[in-house]
Structure formats: C-alpha cells, structure tokens
C-alpha cells in the first residue's frame, strides 16, 4: 500500500514508522523542517503519565508505555526519564478508582509528605497521588527516533513540502497529522474537523537545589497548571488550555498574563523552584470540544490530529491506530 502522511510531529513519525515495519510504502511531507517550533511536538520534555480518572485513557498510557520501552530498546536513546508524578485535586477518588483498577502503581500521600519529599504547597488539600511510573518523555529524542526508525524500516521524509489540497497527493491512503493546520487542510477534501487550534505558552525556571522533581498536575485551582522537568534548565511549568484561538500560520509571541499567572503558581506551589522566569515559548494545542482525540477514517484520508493538548505521552499507540485505520482502507 503506498501511503502520504502529512505532517511530521510525533503522531506523524509514529504512524510513519509504524506502517513502514508492517512493509508499506511511506512518504511523510513536513511543510517546515523536523523539530520546528511552529507546531505542537517541538522542546526538550514533555510530562509522561499513566494517571488518568478515567480508565479507557489509563488503560491507552499503559498500551503506549510498552511502546516506548520497545522505542528506546530500538533507537538506543533514553526517551523517559520517569521522577514520578503528583496529581493535586479535590476529589482524588475517580482516579484512584481507575489506577486500582487498571493496576497501577501509586500512593496516596497527606500535604506534609508531598512537601517534605518534594517541596510541593498542598496545605489545602488532603492528600494527593503520586504515580512513580511517570515523568517525562524526552520530546527531541522522540522525534529523531521516530524519524530514524521510519525511515531505516524505508519511509521517505520530504522536508519542506508545503501540502495546499489533500486530492494532490498520490497514494492509496493519506494520513493526516498536521496539528494547528489539519482542519482547513482537511476541509480541502470537504472533511469538516470540529477542533480549534489555540497558541499556548509555557515558561522555564531554574530549581533552587538540584533534587527531585517529579511533574505535577494541579487541578485544585479554579484553573489547571501544570510542571515537570526541563533538562538543563530546571522546570517547565503551564497554564493548561489558557491559549487563545489562533492561526498557525501566524508567528506568536508568549501571553505575558499567562508567564505572570505560572510564575505566581510557582511561588505558591514549588517550594523548591524560584519563580523568576527564565524564559518563556509558545505551541499549539489543536482541541476537540470534549479534549479527545480524533482518529478517524474517511475513504482513503485517515484523521491524525487534533490531540486536545495531551497527545504526545500516546504517541507509540496513536501511531498504531492510525496505521490500523490505514490498513482498513
């Protein structure tokens, strides 16, 4: 089967490399060049968890998990580095629900163990989880072994090709996976994707002591925020879907409001990180109304994005999906 993939971030890479194994012919076409800061994949990390409240997401992480140990065995490259993560919310049962029943390890540990070991403020909660199969995915090295495994299994990587109308492309399947740019690339094939991209920033700071630092998740403020670990530098910390709608096509600039609301979380949360920003960057989220996936088949175009903000921990998994959706083609 000859297959077009449009776009190559990770989802892209992954579906790529995983048809490309199965004996298909591959050609991925990036408009820009692999590891550009335009779209959703670029950076150093990015938080990897199997903690969801929901099981069907939990059970997908485990799926992935298996993936990438099988992708660093493969590529000879560390792609997680796993210090564990904290969960912070109100009502911790539906997720604790969900890890017991899907077998995950965890614990449940009061305000004053997670300061005491971490430095994390939760004075106003009970407790917290912490999950130490968890941490983060190395975003570079993910990308380079994706790309290197597609292309070894004989996948062609077309840098700088820019993709105007689906109907163009040769092949017996085109799989798209183009982030921010995939709803008005698919409405050229008369596919309507409900999902909006938005530009979102994240800010870097330095840690006060080299320790520790699993990534966290808080969800006890009206609004979700987010760390974990940036090599070299110390912390990369968010603003969970504070982004505004945006045209990827657009240069963007970080929210200052959004660098001064972290850097506020910080000085409240972090104990152990000091809350002067270092700098600050922005990607795109492209976001499902429910913060689903969409993986979809429609005759020979396969739907790879959007991924709601969330996506990268699954790419491994996602990456089979989309060459099993391509398969039933």
Same mark, same amino acid.
């Given at each position: 089967?000859?297959?077009?993939?449009?776009?190559?971030?990770?989802?892209?890479?992954?579906?790529?490399?995983?048809?490309?194994?199965?004996?298909?012919?591959?050609?991925?076409?990036?408009?820009?060049?692999?590891?550009?800061?335009?779209?959703?994949?670029?950076?150093a990390?990015?938080?990897?968890?199997?903690?969801?409240?929901?099981?069907?997401?939990?059970?997908?992480?485990?799926?992935?998990?298996?993936?990438?140990?099988?992708?660093?065995?493969e590529?000879? #490259?560390?792609?997680?580095?796993? $210090?564990? %993560?904290? +969960?912070? =919310?109100? !009502?911790?049962?539906?997720?604790? *629900?969900?890890?017991?029943?899907?077998g995950?390890v965890?614990?449940e540990?009061?305000?004053?163990?997670?300061?005491?070991?971490?430095?994390?403020?939760?004075?106003?909660?009970?407790?917290?989880?912490?999950?130490?199969?968890?941490?983060?995915?190395?975003?570079?090295?993910?990308?380079?072994?994706?790309?290197?495994?597609?292309?070894?299994?004989?996948?062609?990587? #077309?840098?700088?090709?820019?993709? $105007?109308? %689906?109907? +163009?492309? =040769?092949? !017996?399947?085109?799989?798209?996976? *183009?982030?921010?740019?995939?709803?008005?690339?698919?409405?050229?094939?008369?596919?309507?994707?409900?999902?909006?991209?938005?530009?979102?920033?994240?800010?870097?700071?330095?840690?006060?002591?080299?320790?520790?630092?699993?990534?966290?998740?808080?969800?006890?403020?009206?609004?979700?925020?987010?760390?974990?670990?940036?090599?070299?530098?110390?912390?990369?910390?968010?603003?969970?879907?504070?982004?505004r709608?945006?045209?990827?096509?657009?240069?963007?600039?970080?929210?200052?409001?959004?660098?001064?609301?972290?850097?506020?979380?910080?000085?409240r949360?972090?104990?152990?990180?000091?809350?002067?920003?270092?700098?600050?960057?922005?990607?795109?989220?492209?976001n499902?109304?429910?913060?689903?996936?969409?993986?979809?088949?429609?005759?020979?175009?396969?739907?790879?994005?959007?991924?709601?903000?969330?996506?990268?921990?699954?790419?491994?998994?996602?990456?089979?999906?989309?060459?099993?959706?391509?398969?039933?083609?």
């Open positions: 089967m000859r297959v077009a993939v449009v776009g190559a971030g990770v989802m892209g890479l992954a579906a790529a490399r995983s048809l490309a194994r199965r004996g298909h012919e591959v050609v991925v076409h990036e408009q820009f060049e692999l590891g550009h800061t335009r779209g959703s994949s670029h950076g990390s990015r938080i990897f968890r199997l903690s969801y409240p929901e099981r069907e997401w939990v059970e997908l992480a485990q799926r992935s998990y298996g993936l990438w140990r099988e992708l660093e065995a590529s000879g #490259r560390t792609l997680l580095e796993l $210090e564990g %993560l904290v +969960d912070a =919310e109100r !009502d911790p049962e539906p997720r604790l *629900a969900a890890l017991r029943e899907r995950v965890h614990e540990l009061t305000a004053a163990e997670a300061r005491e070991r971490f430095g994390f403020a939760y004075d106003d909660v009970e407790r917290v989880v912490f999950t130490p199969d968890a941490g983060i995915s190395l975003a570079e090295n993910t990308l380079h072994a994706f790309a290197d495994g597609a292309r070894a299994a004989g996948a062609e990587i #077309r840098e700088g090709t820019r993709i $105007e109308r %689906l109907e +163009d492309l =040769e092949g !017996d399947v085109v799989i798209v996976t *183009a982030g921010g740019w995939a709803p008005q690339l698919l409405a050229t094939a008369g596919i309507e994707l409900e999902a909006q991209p938005t530009r979102e920033t994240v800010a870097y700071f330095a840690l006060w002591e080299e320790t520790p630092l699993p990534s966290v998740i808080d969800s006890v403020e009206p609004d979700e925020f987010f760390a974990l670990r940036a090599p070299g530098v110390g912390a990369k910390v968010g603003w969970h879907h504070s982004g709608p945006t045209d990827p096509e657009e240069d963007g600039e970080p929210d200052p409001v959004v660098v001064e609301a972290v850097s506020n979380w910080v000085a949360r972090l104990t152990r990180v000091d809350p002067t920003p270092l700098s600050a960057e922005t990607c795109i989220y492209t499902t109304a429910d913060l689903r996936f969409a993986c979809e088949l429609h005759g020979r175009i396969v739907v790879g994005s959007a991924c709601s903000g969330h996506g990268f921990k699954f790419a491994p998994a996602v990456g089979e999906q989309l060459a099993d959706l391509a398969e039933r083609r």
